[in-house]
């Protein structure tokens, strides 16, 4: 196996494994999620996401063991920038990032491996589940992958045993998971409510609403109308139409083929596989979807009951209600009207709202702004600054050019005088460039603009920078 034989992933869970796991997840996460809106993630980007992460990180940064390279290890001591270095060059050291390698800008290219993205994203879904799609989605998934094998020179029924009948069985496979969880959820759900001890903690269970919309979500969806069990009877119809197609021969020889064995036992492993899908879609869905029914109707029941034992301190109420009742149909009319007002003198019913964390929660203290260049200071290097401006003078002295920077905002400005940019105009890299070009091009004649520093800063996604006003210079 390429996890065990290759020492590359020798350190491959590491970053899951030690004090700063939450921390290590939460980075690559937004890694990946950065590099779904670009072509490819350089360096440059991937230090500029996680910077910002640990601007507005929530949790603690704690020292790692003494152990390993403290070059790469996070430290509170340490800055947003110098942490941020720290996490991409751990990464690289635990195969989760791309080797060092230039890319077309002349900055290094921080890929996502493959690896670790199908591992993330696996964990996501299975751990940080949210139930919005997940049974009606593999069951679509198997209606729409049997239904190209009925489907004439479909792309699939070229190899029919790895496209079609191997898919369909991961899916099955998939969806009985999926049911398992469901049923788990709802023992988990009874437990959780026999422990609740008090009307404020029901009440809240009930007000979020959790039942339903973190466990049975999608459940309810199928039961709602009869989209599904539509597409159920269709599966159920294919499945019996497959045995006498074309396909199911050709499954058998790609089997056969494939596995290098004869053509008895490649039919046998074949309709072995088909009678399991067939057995679960016909026979053990409807049995677990009806077993799901009795015991979602048993957790509204308790649910009833436990909130009634709360109310009533554990005293059968309803007991004590029908003895009075009893005894109050011997009484005369006005005696039972008085004895019914002095008894609603002793209940009074007030109404109450909770309270949320925001309401109570105190603001942190904001630090003063400090007035500098267009990019943030604090946050940069000696070498970084250098290499920034390098970059803008003399690597791409084209592209941010005074003509180029004089064009960009004579497109921005039209017939206004002056122009604050803010988080709407810097959306990109060009975009925070420019903005510095304006800065550094500000006091040449070729220039038509020049920049009056304003209190404050804008941070972007892109880079924070000093907020400033551009005007036309006077003729």
């Known amino acids: 196996m390429l996890l065990f034989d290759n020492s590359q992933y020798d350190n491959f869970f590491n970053p899951l494994c030690c004090r700063n796991k939450r921390i290590y997840y939460e980075c690559i996460l937004r890694l990946i999620e950065k590099s779904k809106s670009v072509p490819l993630l350089y360096e440059t980007d991937a230090r500029d996401t996680l910077i910002l992460y640990f601007r507005n990180c929530v949790y603690a940064v704690e020292d790692e063991d003494a152990s390993g390279n403290a070059d790469e290890n996070i430290s509170w ?100 998971n999926e049911l398992l969880i469901l049923k788990d959820s709802i023992r988990s759900i009874m437990r959780m409510i026999i422990k609740m001890t008090e009307t404020n903690e029901l009440g809240q269970f009930l007000i979020k609403d959790e039942m339903l919309e973190g466990f049975f979500n999608d459940y309810f969806f199928i039961k709602k109308d009869g989209l599904i069990p539509g597409y159920i009877d269709e599966i159920e119809k294919m499945l019996r139409r497959l045995a006498a197609t074309d396909v199911y021969e050709n499954m058998i020889k790609e089997y056969q083929s494939f596995y290098n064995v004869d053509e008895l036992t490649a039919r046998e492993m074949v309709e072995n596989q088909l009678t399991e899908i067939k057995s679960f879609i016909s026979y053990d869905y409807v049995k677990e979807m009806d077993y799901i029914d009795k015991k979602i109707n048993s957790y509204y029941s308790l649910y009833s009951t436990r909130i009634l034992m709360v109310l009533s301190n554990h005293v059968n109420m309803q007991s004590y209600l029908n003895d009075v009742l009893m005894r109050l149909k011997d009484f005369e009319p006005e005696e039972r009207k008085e004895i019914l007002d002095l008894i609603s003198v002793c209940f009074t019913l007030q109404s109450h709202k909770y309270i949320g964390r925001k309401s109570i929660e105190r603001r942190k203290k904001r630090t003063p702004n400090t007035k500098s260049g267009a990019l943030q200071t604090g946050g940069l290097s000696e070498e970084e600054r250098e290499r920034l401006t390098r970059e803008l003078l003399y690597e791409y002295p084209d592209r941010y050019g005074v003509k180029q920077a004089a064009s960009y905002f004579e497109g921005i400005f039209g017939d206004r005088e002056s122009v604050v940019p803010d988080e709407a105009m810097i959306r990109s890299r060009d975009d925070a460039m420019m903005i510095a070009a304006s800065i550094i091009y500000s006091g040449s004649p070729e220039f038509p603009y020049e920049v009056e520093f304003l209190d404050g800063e804008i941070e972007t996604e892109v880079a924070t920078v000093s907020k400033i006003r551009l005007k036309r210079k006077s003729v």
């Open 77 to 176: 001591k340490k800055s947003e920038s110098e942490n941020a270095g720290a996490v991409l060059r751990y990464f690289r050291h635990c195969g989760w990032i791309s080797e060092r390698e230039i890319g077309r800008n002349g900055d290094n290219i921080a890929t996502v491996m493959p690896y670790c993205r199908k591992v993330i994203e696996s964990i996501e879904r299975i751990f940080n589940r949210d139930n919005r799609g997940a049974l009606t989605n593999h069951i679509f998934s198997i209606y729409d992958i049997l239904s190209s094998a009925f489907v004439a020179d479909h792309g699939r029924t070229h190899r029919p045993y790895s496209n079609i009948l191997v898919p369909v069985s991961d899916n099955v496979a998939d969806l009985k």
